[in-house]
């Protein structure tokens, strides 16, 4: 499957939908809409500056669970929500995850909850009928992994690499087998899905040979987004073109 990422109101509200629909149009199985926030620190300057043009526009938490709300109901793709755990601990908890249930989510990614700090979280997450989706990193060590793989739901969020999000051009043996790895020690207890960095087809391919289920894509689509600014007809058709070139890696 392909996951495709986008921050949620960049460039401004009312683009979102129609670039989840390019994206679902061009083949994205799953879209994953991240909520903006002024201090992302796992994400590279691509994703910062569309947090930043996100939150400029006005883009608050609410909203973006509508947004989820239009694109779950309308383009019939499983909705995934990525934000740091300030915004859901500002909202509360419960009503954060009683409202993205309403609003059709199926699964929430929190870079900064580790397994160890939200059994509660994740308690009132599986209440609500949503997947509570961990990373795991080149540093994560065996033992912990195994707790990773054990707490997660829906799928398994592996970063084939060191440092922040941001599309790269190549990909080393290292991140490869960082992934061959970590698919070998999740032996199918829970999809894999590889994200970071990924943003041809040629990585789609290299990572689905490793053995991943899903690949997910964010920078290069924002990437496309930021391009294109003044020019929406323009950044649906590159959006739309995007994603079928890579989704139709997952054919060769």
């Not at 500002?90 to 059709?104: E, N, P, T, V, Y």
């Not at 080393?172 to 199918?188: F, L, M, P």
């Amino acid at each position: 499957m392909l996951v495709g990422f986008i921050t949620a109101g960049d460039p401004n509200p009312d683009a979102t939908f129609d670039i989840a629909a390019a994206l679902v149009d061009g083949g994205v199985d799953i879209v994953e809409l991240g909520i903006p926030f002024s201090d992302p620190i796992a994400d590279g300057p691509t994703i910062q500056a569309s947090s930043l043009r996100a939150l400029n526009a006005g883009v608050t938490p609410p909203m973006v669970l509508e947004m989820a709300n239009q694109i779950s109901s309308s383009l019939h793709v499983p909705v995934v929500i990525l934000t740091y755990y300030n915004p859901i601990f500002k909202m509360g908890d419960g009503r954060f995850l009683k409202l993205a249930a309403k609003s059709g989510v199926s699964g929430i990614v929190v870079p900064d909850l580790p397994p160890e700090e939200s059994a509660g979280y994740r308690r009132l997450a599986q209440k609500e009928g949503i997947d509570t989706i961990y990373l795991a990193t080149p540093s994560t060590n065996p033992k912990r992994l195994v707790d990773i793989v054990s707490a997660t739901k829906g799928f398994l969020y592996v970063v084939p690499l060191f440092g922040v999000t941001g599309a790269r051009e190549s990909f080393d043996a290292y991140s490869k087998r960082v992934v061959g790895e970590i698919v070998q020690k999740v032996s199918n207890k829970v999809p894999v899905a590889v994200g970071f960095g990924i943003s041809k087809s040629e990585h789609v391919r290299s990572f689905l040979d490793q053995g991943a289920d899903s690949i997910i894509v964010g920078s290069a689509i924002v990437k496309t987004i930021e391009r294109n600014l003044n020019d929406r007809k323009k950044m649906l058709l590159e959006l739309e073109d995007l994603a079928r070139e890579l989704s139709s890696a997952r054919a060769n």
